[in-house]
């Protein structure tokens, strides 16, 4: 009787010896998935048709140990629809990724100083991102108004989900513009001659086209409110630019700055009526805190900065300097 008592303990702590090692192996088996695959879970999709999936591409061997373990372990049958980014981890660590809802991300990015064109552009080639955007109802979509969508994206990085809708990351740029705006306008400084937020949009892009320098923002912020103080046109080509649009062939021309557009600072007074960019935040907070300059004019030097001048008599000067210097580098 003895005996038998032994080898019936012996049996089952061999069996249970067994058991241990194939739990041990189940949880530590790889996914055999070549890295970064992305793979779709369908809305409805079960546990036991997600192994057969995996197992049918030979990215495990078997569904049944997985089985068993998942009745052990119920949580493990909740599955998220999505696109996933599995990995060569072990299958318990991706099938947790989907019981988490973790999601392969992807990233849009609105560049600061493009323009409302260049954005809708680059997003409907923007990767998994559903485009649901109807032109003709873009400001509607994404501001919930009928003001003009120019201007009104924030520059920055989103990211996003696969199938996401385009108006729904474009909601969450004008979100943040809108945050920073109001930040901005309450702390203007005084006697600031822009009448309102938007006009702060306005001069915070026309501030963001004129210079790629982020430390000349400020020095442009104060030429052109000085410009608008003394009543003086802001005649700036950017805007000129803008309001030729698709037409413009990359060179400004001089009939382009007689040629009257509502955008042609050169023929208007004040600012144009809408935003001609995605301004960036120093660009608007130059907008409202231009630090106190003489300055009136400024003139390219070619190398991405600008020469800033009180007088018209500077201003010619450092226009025939620039052309001099041109001509000595095309020698």
């Not at 943040?176 to 702060?200: F, G, H, R, T």
């Not at 557009?261 to 907070?285: D, E, Q, V």
């Amino acid at each position: 009787m003895l005996k038998v008592i032994i080898t019936v303990v012996l049996l089952a702590l061999f069996v249970t010896g067994i058991g241990y090692q194939q739990l041990q192996t189940t949880i530590n088996s790889p996914l055999k998935t070549p890295q970064n695959t992305l793979f779709e879970v369908k809305k409805g999709t079960g546990f036991n048709q997600l192994c057969q999936q995996w197992q049918a591409k030979q990215w495990l061997k078997d569904c049944f140990r997985y089985q068993v373990l998942a009745k052990l372990d119920p949580t493990l049958t909740d599955l998220k629809a999505g696109l996933y980014q599995l990995d060569t981890g072990t299958v318990l660590d991706n099938i947790r990724r989907i019981n988490q809802g973790k999601q392969a991300s992807f990233s849009f990015t609105i560049i600061e100083g493009q323009s409302l064109r260049e954005v809708l552009a680059a997003i409907s080639h923007a990767e998994y991102l559903r485009n649901d955007l109807i032109l003709d109802e873009l400001s509607q979509q994404v501001l919930g108004s009928d003001k003009h969508l120019e201007g009104w994206l924030f520059p920055d990085t989103y990211h996003y989900h696969a199938n996401d809708t385009a108006s729904s990351v474009l909601k969450r740029a004008h979100k943040i513009m809108q945050s920073v705006l109001d930040e901005a306008w309450q702390n203007k400084a005084p006697n600031l001659p822009l009448k309102s937020a938007y006009e702060v949009l306005i001069m915070a892009s026309i501030i963001e086209k004129e210079t790629g320098l982020a430390s000349e923002r400020p020095l442009i912020a104060s030429v052109f409110t000085n410009r608008l103080n003394t009543k003086m046109r802001l005649q700036t080509d950017p805007t000129v630019i803008y309001g030729i649009g698709a037409d413009f062939d990359g060179d400004i021309k001089r009939k382009d700055l007689t040629t009257y557009t509502p955008y042609n600072t050169y023929k208007i007074n004040g600012l144009p009526p809408t935003p001609i960019a995605m301004p960036s935040k120093p660009a608007i907070f130059a907008a409202v805190n231009p630090p106190k300059s003489e300055f009136v004019y400024f003139v390219a030097k070619g190398d991405g900065s600008h020469q800033f001048s009180k007088t018209l008599k500077e201003h010619n000067k450092a226009v025939q300097d620039y052309l001099r210097y041109q001509k000595q580098l095309n020698k």
